[in-house]
């Protein structure tokens, strides 16, 4: 299976990240994992994947606090599309204005895909 586009998953959640890989795999996805903003960084230094889908309790500049991991990885990856995932509601109700899409977990991984080809074109 041809791979449809590189993805970088962030989240403190080991097991999630795992799930959500697998399941993104399935769908075409080659998926990167991270568990810390230090180590994103790195993979996208390295890989400069197509989109990031980071948790938001791990953005503690988003919004406007002046340490966004969205314009973190816009510095090392510009081309990189960032969706903001959380358990928190308030994500939605106000989206960080670096997220090109929001989701709320629990995901589905189908919907996850599709807002990720939304978002990568």
């Known amino acids: ?7 970088l998953c962030v989240d403190d959640y ?3 990240l795992k799930t959500l890989a697998l399941a993104l ?3 075409g996805f080659g998926v990167l994992q991270a ?3 230090g180590e994103a960084l790195r993979l996208c230094r390295e890989h ?6 980071l948790e938001y309790s791990l953005c503690p500049g988003c919004p406007g606090a002046g340490d966004c991991v969205a314009e973190q990885v816009s510095v090392v ?7 903001v995932w959380s358990t928190d509601d308030r ?12 989701l709320i977990k629990p995901v589905d991984p189908v919907e996850v895909a599709n807002r ?3 978002a990568i074109g």
């Open 48 to 53: 400069r994947p197509d989109a990031v889908l």
């Open 25 to 27: 795999e399935g769908l």
């Open 35 to 37: 568990t810390n903003v």
């Open 77 to 83: 990856s510009p081309k990189t599309k960032i969706l």
């Open 1 to 7: 299976m041809r791979l449809e586009r590189t993805i």
């Open 14 to 16: 080991p097991m999630l």
């Open 91 to 102: 994500v939605i109700r106000r989206p960080p204005p670096c997220a090109a899409a929001t």
């Open 116 to 118: 990720l080809r939304a």
